[in-house]
Nanobody, 123 residues
Framework: QVQLVASGGGLVQAGGSLRLSCAAS????????MGWFRQAAGTGREFVAA????????DYTDSVKGRFTISRDNAKNTVSLQMNRLKPEDTAVYYC????????????????WGQGTQVTVSS
């Protein structure tokens, strides 16, 4: 059974940092692009960041550029999202996912989804 397990969420003050991690099990994600998405209460899920295979190409939504960094450790089958200078509007449930290429991650057409981890940024 393929699983993506996200962790690292929590409560942080505005301006602070959090690091989310997503661990994959059940298969390796060789040649897969990985991504992070978020969904705030009462809104739809939105794309946050993506990273291609093997980890050279990245893509971000405009609102997080310069603050968030996505990375992957292929040996450990994990993907991370370093979030700096957090803002209250970053508050959401964050999900990790995998797809066969970066474009499909960007389009939320992912093959595998993890459970969410809550990020709350207080003002």
């Amino acid at each position: 059974q393929v699983q993506l397990v996200a962790s690292g969420g929590g409560l942080v003050q505005a301006g602070g940092s959090l690091r989310l991690s997503c661990a994959a099990s059940g298969r390796t994600f060789t040649n897969y692009a990985m991504g992070w998405f978020r969904q705030a209460a009462g809104t739809g899920r939105e794309f946050v960041a993506a990273i291609g295979w093997p980890g050279i190409t990245t893509d971000y939504t405009d609102s997080v550029k310069g603050r968030f960094t996505i990375s992957r450790d292929n040996a450990k089958n994990t993907v991370s999202l370093q979030m700096n200078r957090l803002k209250p509007e970053d508050t959401a449930v964050y999900y990790c996912a995998a797809a066969v290429n970066l474009a499909r991650v960007r389009g939320q057409a992912c093959d595998y989804w993890g459970q969410g981890t809550q990020v709350t940024v207080s003002s």
